[in-house]
């Protein structure tokens, strides 16, 4: 970090990283566990597939030797000042690990165990909404690792390759409704692939609408939205929740991001639309009506949801701090609504989610402003 600040070039940064890796590399032992999962060991690493990545905390990729028997190599990203992450792990696959040091990285921990509950709550119910929230672990104060998702990218990604040109034009393609859907459809090229996206991108959908609204999450920028190749959506980066939102400088004024309860825009609808085409039913009612459904099962728990919260205060996390915090989870749950209100009331939610235009805004801005 001392040399980037110096103005180093991306090329001896990198050369930097790995010379002290190779200095590093005779000190370790042939095999050891990743604390974000014992179940996985590595061996040396391979420092000539080592990188510093190119976001604003400089995060390092680090590839390691697999102590398994034909295992793949398992990368680590090295992350200095920002969020955790993970997803299941099995023994030969690759690991893409972030390791966090610089912020409290237990909040990331308990979202991430609150949008596993509520898969928990959902499964009980008969609902599979597809969420597989990757774990995360908190290894000592300001550190903490998490798991990357493979095979999966950014909104951002996808909306920048639906632009066209350069710069602002790539931005601009946030606004092309197709986005997600030639996004799917080029990795899932026969129907019957495209079909079984199309689900699995309308049900995690509509886990992640209910989970980052009900919790408040916020930042909800390009970048900390994902969806895999297979088209399961989900979230990433939760430093911000129970309703603490983020202001985005714009030509010097601050401009209030979160302008919706969650993220749900034209060019997710159009996923559901084509898969229509597939289907022959109404897919955007069907997701309409799982989001709805999802919504009310949480709503049945809401006292544990709040129990959970009050037990963590004492953690005194930067965002949970008293008991009134808790107040946004109460006020988002509607405890004295009817389950057919409260399900109106979530159809509404998302009328007002896809009608928003500044969210579109909001991502052009973004990926502008990191693409310079």
Known sequence: KALHHRGVTGDDLKQALRDKLTELNP????????????????????????????????PLWLEFENAEDGGDPVVIIFKAGDDVRQDCLTLHDPVVII?????????????LQLIRLMDEMWREADKDLAMEPYRCVSTGPMTGM?????????????HTRAGTGKLLGKAMGSFNKNCFVDWIKENNP???????????????????????YVLGIGDRHSDN?????QGRYFHIDFGHFLGYIKYQPVAGVAWKRETTPFVFTPAMAEVFHATSKVTGRHEMDRF?????????????????LVSLFLLMIPADMPELQRAQDINYVVASLYPKMTPPDAFSLFGELINKCLHDKWKSVDDVLHAWKHSK
Do not use: W
């Open 190 to 212: 026969r129907d019957s692939a495209a079909k079984a996206a199309g689900d699995l991108f309308l049900r995690s959908c509509a886990g992640y609408c209910v989970a980052t």
């Open 27 to 58: 000190k370790l032992p042939n095999s050891y566990q990743l604390p974000i999962d014992p179940r996985v060991e590595v061996g040396k690493i391979l420092v000539h597939k080592c990188k510093v990545m190119s976001s604003a905390k400089l």
């Open 99 to 111: 390791f966090k040091a610089g912020d409290d990285v237990r909040q990331d921990c308990l979202t």
């Open 225 to 229: 939205i994902m969806v895999t190749q």
């Open 288 to 304: 309409g009506r799982t989001a709805g459904e999802a919504f009310n099962v949480v709503r049945g728990h809401m006292h544990l």
């Open 146 to 158: 998490l798991q990357v998702v493979l095979n999966a990218v950014t909104t951002k990604v996808i």
